[in-house]
């Protein structure tokens, strides 16, 4: 039986040889990617084009472990060094573009689909609650202590929203007759409340559990607008 080589392989290249394509749009956040590989090691590896000679993924990656050599640093976990002192790091070979166009294409694909998938706020709350436990709590993973915080009002806004916001107004129109309550979702819901007097507006008060209420009403009422855009962002990318 014949062997088949396989199309994908992954080999230790020397980091100075790997190019960077010129026309890469990816930014970077490089104290955060520093970090995460001071946590974590080099994990993921580069991906390189080799038709192009250029690599489509780990751009940043490759600049985090350039700078930590030449900071003087001692290699990453996942990062190897040859007799001659040279470093090493993981590439994916065998792929290849079939055009410059397509080249474009991968790179694009590869930095954008993971950020479209969205979060499952729930699972990633208790992801963070997790980690957030451990010694080296957040660092180096992409959310920071106010992303966390943020995750948890979102959680108490959807809470409220589990046990029926709806039918708490429908039961205020009936109890009060005031028929002009209304309410929309606007970023971290925004609900709007139309009533008749103060009396009313005292009582629709009491059964939301706020201080204060005017005729437009802010739920959970300490969000920020940063808070309430990243609600609004989350439920975009559902």
Known sequence: MTAIEPTRRTEYVALDSLVEDPANPKSHDMPLMNASVG?????????????????????????????????????PDGVMVDADGVWLVPVVRGWSSRSDTEALAALAALNRIGERGGWDDGNLLAVLDKIGESEDGLVGIGFTDSDHAVLRRLAEAEAVYSIGIDSMVDEFKDVSGQDAVEYKMEYASKITVYLRDNEAIADFKDRLGLEEVGRTVNYPPDWSPQDRRRYHDLRESD
């Open 39 to 75: 946590r974590f090691g080099f994990i993921e590896p580069v991906v390189m084009d080799e038709r192009t000679g250029y690599i489509i993924s780990g751009h940043g990656r490759r600049a985090t472990i350039a700078a930590i050599r030449d900071s003087g640093q001692a290699p």
